[in-house]
């Protein structure tokens, strides 16, 4: 089993900025892939940001260059830096990460989710 902290959600005013962060640890052999997604009311969770072992990385169109995410190997844990936010980023960002456990298994594991709020 793995679990996944992530921290740095919260309140911002539109054009602000918020780091999001994820740690991973557990029945972990090695991580392939750590991303984030997100889900406001109503609508479906979607990619914002997904990040793999090698650093390749891939955004969610909306994202046009305001988020960047990476990643430490070494302490299993990944970055979101957001930048220029606006009211429609308001949502709940949740951890992904896919990974090997120590049994050889792939596993695909979700965080609790951490609430972003853009509003002035």
């Known amino acids: 089993q793995v679990q996944l902290v992530e921290s740095g959600g919260g309140l911002v005013q539109p054009g602000g900025s918020l780091t999001l962060s994820c740690a991973a640890s557990g029945n972990i052999f090695s991580i392939h892939a750590m991303g984030w997604y997100r889900q406001a009311p109503g609508k479906q969770r979607e990619l914002v940001a997904a990040i793999t072992s090698d650093g390749i990385t891939n955004y969610g169109d909306f994202v046009k260059g305001r988020f960047t995410i990476s990643r430490d190997n070494a302490k299993n844990t990944a970055f979101l830096q957001m930048n220029s936010l606006k009211p429609e980023d308001t949502a709940v960002y949740y951890c992904?990460?896919?990974?090997?456990?120590?049994?050889?298994?792939?596993?695909?594991?979700w965080g609790q989710g951490t609430q972003v709020t853009v509003s002035s």
């Open positions: 992904n990460t896919q990974y090997y456990n120590r049994s050889y298994k792939f596993n695909n594991s």
